[in-house]
Every structure is written in C-alpha cells, then in structure tokens.
C-alpha cells in the first residue's frame, strides 16, 4: 500500500542554519510527491512538489527531489529563517490524485 | 501508527442532492478535526475546524449552512455538502489531531457533482 513517513519533530535550529526534513515513502505505481507547510493558525498551503523521478520541486528556497531509487523527497533550505517556523507535512498522492497520503508532519522552530 | 478514515471515497452525486463525508480516528481520540478542500492543481484550503461537542468554527468565505459539520463524538466528525453543485466537485480531506498534538491526515474523499 501507500504510504508517507517522515521525521520525527521538533526540530529547533539557529537562524540561516541548513534544514533537512527527511521524508520517505511507500507507493505502487508512480505517485506524486508534494511539500505542505502549515504556519502557525493557519491551513495547509502547497510548497513544493514533483510528479516524476528525478523531477526537482523548489520554492521559496526549499527544495527537494524526487529519487525513485531511494523511495525519498528530502526537504531542504541552505539558510532557515525566523519566518520558516510552521510544521511541514510530506504527502503523495497516486497518479489519479484520487487520495492523498500525508506523513505525520514535522515541527520546525528556527530561533534568531 | 494513528489512522484516519473517510467514507466514501469517491462519490458522484446530482446536483441538488446532499452528501455526507464521514471522517474517523481508527485508534485514537481526537478532539479536534480539521476539513479541508482542494480544488484542482491548488493547495489544501483549511474550510473549518471542529471540537467535539461544539460548534465547528468555519474560515472566512467558507458557507456554514451549505458545508454542515458535526463532530459527535471523539472519533467521528462528518461533513455535509448541501444542496450540492457542480462547482462543490473537488476533494475533501480531513485531519484529526491527538492529544500529543499530532495531526494525522485521511485519504481524501473525491466528490462530482452532475
């Protein structure tokens, strides 16, 4: 079946530190692999994601690849900020988009 | 781990006709569940959040009397789309939080309305 695991939280790191949030997944066929990032009070928004291997998703500094080869989507940022603090969710969905499949999140505080 | 449950889905239904989305903790409590809506291509849009045994509190834009929320219990929340139409088809997710603040999603339910 499909599936999304990913580390477990809190992750606390200094201001313009390198963040990567491992994520890996489970899935027959070919899903797509999507970044979701949840501010404080607020909905899920869309960061990042990429529909085939190899294909390299990127947003607002945040990036991460799609490696068939190592069933992974790997969040990373060079340089965090203040404003990067919000708890960050890996997801798949299979190639009819008809369900979804979202890890546990992780929380990220990044500290001035 | 923690799972969470939608039922149905994937539903086609007319327009005019109700639907009820069903949304479970399989083997936890939730106090709170949030209901989300994706249109196509787009993000998740947070539509409501709902406590159990009192009223959801609904996000701006979102109608309250056409989207019926009940969360009746600690592992049941359901969403209901009134007098459906064809621009409510998109995809209902739901989450359910536990008492270690952990947010676990369901798979979604695919709603089309004809």
């Known amino acids: 079946g499909n599936s999304v695991t990913q580390m477990e939280g809190p992750v606390t790191l200094s201001e313009e530190a390198f963040l990567t949030i491992n994520c890996t997944y ?20 869309l960061l990042l994601k990429a529909t085939k291997a190899d294909d ?8 991460a690849t799609y490696r068939k080869e190592t069933t992974s989507f790997h969040l990373e940022k060079g340089s965090v900020q203040v404003s990067d603090s919000a708890v960050y969710f ?6 009819t988009g008809n369900q979804f499949y979202f890890g546990t999140g992780t929380s990220l505080t990044v500290i001035p | 781990g923690a799972v969470v449950s939608q039922h149905p889905s994937w539903v086609i239904c007319k327009s005019g006709t109700s639907v009820k989305i069903e949304c479970r903790s399989l083997d936890f ?10 249109f196509p291509k787009q993000s998740l849009m947070l539509m409501a959040t709902s406590n159990e045994g ?19 219990s600690l592992t049941l929340s359901t969403l209901t789309v009134t007098s459906a139409h064809p621009e409510d088809s998109s995809f209902y997710i739901c989450s359910a939080r536990d008492g270690r603040d952990k947010q676990y999603f369901g798979p979604g339910t695919r709603l089309t309305v004809t």
């Open chain 1, 26 to 45: 489970t899935a027959t066929g070919y899903p797509s692999l999507f970044w979701y990032v949840q501010y404080p009070g607020e909905g899920l928004q």
């Open chain 1, 56 to 63: 390299k998703g990127s947003n607002k500094g945040f990036e």
């Open chain 1, 90 to 95: 890996c997801a798949l969905s299979d190639r």
């Open chain 2, 29 to 38: 409590q939730a106090t709170t569940m949030f209901w989300y809506r994706q």
């Open chain 2, 54 to 72: 009192s009223k959801a509190t609904y996000e701006q834009g979102v109608e309250k009397d056409k989207f019926l929320i009940n969360h009746a």
